[in-house]
Every structure is written in C-alpha cells, then in structure tokens.
C-alpha cells in the first residue's frame, strides 16, 4: 500500500497564498517557509494615494511585481513605486522567526506631490518552518523533507513511502486482524506500522488564532489509520488520531524545533475503485470560533422585458429560444441548478447532450420530457446511497475558458465545482457526479471551497468575461475587501449617510446607511473571514488556471451571517 504526505517541497511550485493588507491597520500573519505571500498594495490604497515606498525587516525578502516583471526592494523604504493595478508585492522568507510577530513589511502611502505619507499600511509576519516527513526514498530513515515525498512510483528505483495493511494479530486474545480497532495494544503492534514525523521551528509561541492541524480526505478516511504516542516518558499511551470517523486532528505547537512522532498503518488492501494511494496533510490555519454559512445579498428583476431583449437577440443569431414555461417549471426558476450542457463528437457525426443534476426539483421532468429527442442527448448520473446537498445542483459546476497552465492546454478549459474545506467533513458535491466528471478527462476538474455559503454554489462568487487580446478573457471575483474600501472612499467624500439595500427584500424597511455598515463591528470581522474564504478560492484559481493578479477583476460584495 502506497501513501504520500503533505505540503510542497523542494524543487515543487511554491505554494502561494494572499494575504490583505488594509490601510491605517496592523496586519499578522503566519509564513510557512518555502512558500510565497502575495499582498495587492493598490486595492489597499487610501483615496488620493499616488505613489507608496516600502520598509522591511532583513529577514523578508519584498519584490515589487509590475506586469509580471520583479524588482527587488532594498530595506530602507527610499525608493517609490506608482499606484497601479497591475503592482503586488511577493514576499519570502527563508528563516524561521525568533519571536512572534517580529519581521515586519511597511507600506506608506503618498499624494502626487506630497513627501510626507498621507497613511500607511503594515504586515507583521511570524516565519515557522513545517515538514511532515515519512521514508520516501525506503531506506528505513525518516529524513527531513525529501523532496520525493509527495510523489510514488513503483519498482526497486521507485520512491514514495510504503504503508503496510495492518492485517495480523499481534495479541493473541484478540478476536480479529489488529486493524479492525482503533488500539494499539502492544510494541509488536507498532512495528508493523510506518513512521511518520512532523518537524516545526519557530518562536515559543504562534500569534493567536493559528493552528497546525494534520488531516486526511472522506475517501481515505477507511484506508488509514494515525496514532500518537502520548507521554513517551513516563508510561506510554498510544491515541487513535486519525482515520474511520476522524478526519483532521489539531497538533500542539511547542515552539522552537520539534520533532513529533507518528504511527501510520494501512486498513485496506488495493482493490478495484482503490488504486492504494492515500495522502496524509499538514496545514497552518487561522481559526475561526464557529461555522458561519452565509447568504448572498441579492434581488430579484422583472423578468418579462428581459426575456423580450433575449429574444430578439437570439432571433438575430438564428438559433431558436427554447423557453421552459411556468406549466413546466412548476415555480422552479433555478434552471441552472438543474441542467448544464454538453456534446459528444466523432468524426461523422455530433450532437448536444444534457447532463441532469440529481438535485430533482420541480424542474426534474424538463431535460427527459422537453429536451431529449432527435439528435439531443441525455445522460445523468444519481447516487444511490449518498445524500443530495445543495452542492449537487449545477450552479455549482462551471467551466473556466480555455486556459494553459505550466506547458498543459485545456481547450475546453476546466471544470470548476464548489467542495468542503479538506478537513471539515462538510458537504461535497456526491461521488457519482464527481467521478463521471473526471472519467470525461478533457477538463480536469478543480475542487474550490463554497461550503462556507449557504447554498454552497461556486457560481455565488466568480465568473468569467471575454475581452479582446492574448488571454481572451478576465475572471469576476466577488471581493469584501473592494466593498470595504468602497464604502470608506464614499464615507470620506462625505457621503456616510447614503442609504443602502433599497428595495432588497427583508431590508428595505430598515435604514441601512454606509456609517451604520462602516460602524458594525460584528459584520466587518464577518466579512473579514468571507474574504480568507474568497482568497482562499483565488490561490486556487490563480494556480489551476494559470492566472495573474492582472487576470482578475474584483466586485465589491458584502454578505452576513445566515438567521440560520
């Protein structure tokens, strides 16, 4: 049985993720050496700025990124830079931090003509080194961060670790194999299990709100098995950590260097539908006290004179408006939950097909009865075991224009569907829909996070637009933080009383002004956590697709927390 671990490693892709920097506020945040953080200093800009310089401590590494061109910056903060969309920062780090919060990037902000800075923006960062570790290169020696851990090949030149399925019976009073519980009872019981070690550096403390936590997928959660060897000094007890029911588990962080020691066995033997690869992971998370499912703030519009406007534009493509009437509808106007469209292609012949969701609304009859016929397919796929969730309807399943990324081209694009954060065990859009998706191979899928709204749909926060040029296309990405800024420009150019949500059923007997938004607290440390979501998402995006800051264009959006 086969196995790989955690996050990248020499001579990968770094790993990138954004971090905000907002203007007049202090900053923290936790670098994992080997990897990069990106800060956009335009979309952080007080009104009126014009220029920004920049000051750093010796440990950071600042490059100021221009049109996908580099400069690095010197630490003095004399040099200034012009205020444009196209202008990030990309930070590293290659040492681990000695206190908490102590390396430190500066961003000051100027008027055209002015010297003196109008406001400043600051980041203040903790660098830790993490590594989970296993015998990747199958020497019998747990080395630290091999750069052959996350891949396995097989053969005696092959690399990646090797699990063992725990099939014996150490203890002999035992009724059945040592892997059907979730106990060790005995030393011998652990030889048969594999190493694995996860290594920290870092200062005695993280700042607060950071967890390391080790976590594994739904789908491997009934291949493996982790245990820890609690007290190792003084009478040792072996906890059941990982695998069957529990699927991440929050590892204490010492400070300093620190080795901790894990026992890995495997419970199932390679099979059909088990190719026998699992994959154990580490991440740093910023925690969040509970769960908060949100609801987009949105209204509806008058559908008649919009259906007219189509018409007439679709009449002058030739093609013909096949309108699904309120007699077939049943009330269900969320057609795009219910179908999406494709085709199948051979050299003599091709025709559309229509790919039916297993959500089975009031709409469930409409691809069978008004669409299926000569020359237009149908094909679907339902569970037979697994619940439907919001996550199944096909607002949640998008495809990205064509795209090339690292060398690879999608012509078709990618398909893009909405998923659990790994380690949460929340909703996932239901395996048969995900494997017939991937079985298409064309598109390989990409797995984004939307379980944090209510509905759960990816459509809720991206989109994509054509524009003329070399990429052909930008992405729409619903941004908190563009809202923000938005409203505080308006609250300075002296318009805090306008009022807000006009209209919007709910809210429009309440009087919602841009000083009242501004002034809740709650629901700006709300949209704060929806914005690391939606970042979350656009590291993804960026790296999947092979986009640019420059490829992406952001809305300003605002959402609150569900009465639910």
Known sequence: MSWDTGP?????????????????????????????????????????????????????????????????????????WLLSPS??????????????????????????????????????????EISLDVDADRDGVVEKNNPKKATWTWGPEGQGAILLVNCDRDTPWLSKEDCSDQKVYSKEDLKDMSQMILRTRGPDHLPAGYEIVLYISVSDSDKVGVFYVENPFFGQRYIHILGRKKLYHVVKYTGGSAELLFFVEGLRFPDEGFSGLVSIHVSLL???????????????????????????????????????FQY????????????????????????????????????????????????????????????????????????????????????????????????????????????????????APVELYSDWLTVGHVDEFMTFVPIPGTKEFRMLMASTSACYKLFREKQKEGHGEAIMFKGLGGMSSKRITINKILSNESLVQENQYFQRCLDWNRDILKKELGLTEQDIIDLPALWRRSAA
């Open 286 to 324: 910023e925690y969040m006290a509970e769960e908060i499912p949100l609801t987009p703030i949105f209204t509806d519009t008058d559908n008649y004179l919009f259906l007219k406007e189509v018409k007439n534009l679709v009449e002058k493509t030739n093609y013909e408006l096949k309108v699904c």
């Open 87 to 128: 202008t990030t920062l990309r930070l590293t780090m290659n040492q681990a931090s000695i206190e908490a919060s102590s390396d430190k990037v500066t961003v000051n902000y100027y008027e055209e003509e002015g010297n003196i800075p109008i406001d400043q923006a600051g980041l203040f960062l903790t660098a830790i």
């Open 328 to 443: 077939i509808n049943r009330g269900d106007r969320w057609i795009q939950d219910e179908i999406e469209f494709g085709y199948i292609e051979a050299p003599h012949k091709g025709f559309p097909v229509v790919l039916d969701s297993p959500r089975d609304g009031n709409l469930k009859d409409f691809p069978v009865k008004q669409l299926l016929g000569p020359d237009f397919g149908y094909v679907t796929r339902e569970p037979l075991f697994e619940p439907v969730t919001s996550l199944d309807s096909f607002g949640n399943l998008e495809v990205s224009p064509p795209v090339t990324v690292n060398g690879k081209t999608y012509p078709l694009g990618r398909i893009l569907i909405g998923s659990s954060f790994p380690l949460s065990g929340g909703r996932r859009m239901t395996k048969v829909v995900r494997d017939f998706l991937q079985a298409q191979q064309v598109q």
């Open 8 to 80: 990248a490693t020499p001579g990968k892709m770094l790993h990138e993720r954004t971090v905000r920097l907002q203007y007049g506020s202090r900053i923290e945040a936790v670098y994992v050496l080997g990897t990069q953080l990106w800060t956009d200093v335009y979309s952080a800009a007080p009104a009126g700025a014009h220029t920004f310089s920049l000051k750093h401590s010796e440990r950071v590494q600042v490059e100021v990124v221009r049109d996908g061109q580099a400069e690095e910056v010197a630490t003095n903060g004399k040099q200034r």
